[in-house]
């Protein structure tokens, strides 16, 4: 059974880091693409980052390019997101999800990736 679990959210202010986890197990983990989404209230889920299986390939949306690092611990099958300088529009849930085999590291879209985590809140203060 995959399973994603997100850990490391909380409430902080603004201008402090966290690091997110998202610790998986049921399939193989390093041939696979796994991103970062996040959703704040009354907004669709939004794309935050992507890292590849074998390529490592990287890509950030512009909104945290800068700010947070994606990286991966294949033996751990362990997924991260470094989050610096936040912001309060950085305030949403977020969310891990594994890249569907077919688009692998180009996905960018929900529908793109197959197994999800359950969330994690992240709130910045001003």
């Known amino acids: 059974q995959v399973q994603l679990a997100e850990s490391g959210g909380g409430l902080v202010q603004a201008g402090d880091s966290l690091r997110l986890s998202c610790t998986t197990s049921g399939f193989s983990f390093s041939p696979y693409a796994l991103g970062w989404f996040r959703q704040a209230p009354g907004k669709e889920r939004e794309f935050v980052a992507v890292?590849?299986?074998?390529?490592?390939?990287?890509s950030y949306s512009e909104a945290v390019k800068d700010r947070f690092t994606i990286s991966r611990d294949n033996a751990k099958n362990t997924l991260y997101l470094q989050m610096n300088s936040l912001k309060p529009e950085d305030t949403a849930v977020y969310y891990c999800?594994?890249?569907?085999?077919?688009?692998?590291?180009?996905?960018?879209?929900?529908?793109?990736?197959?197994?999800w985590g359950q969330g994690t809140q992240v709130a910045v203060s001003s």
């Open positions: 999800a594994r890249a569907s085999a077919y688009y692998g590291s180009r996905a960018r879209e929900p529908r793109q990736f197959d197994r």
């Open positions: 890292i590849g299986g074998w390529s490592g390939n990287i």
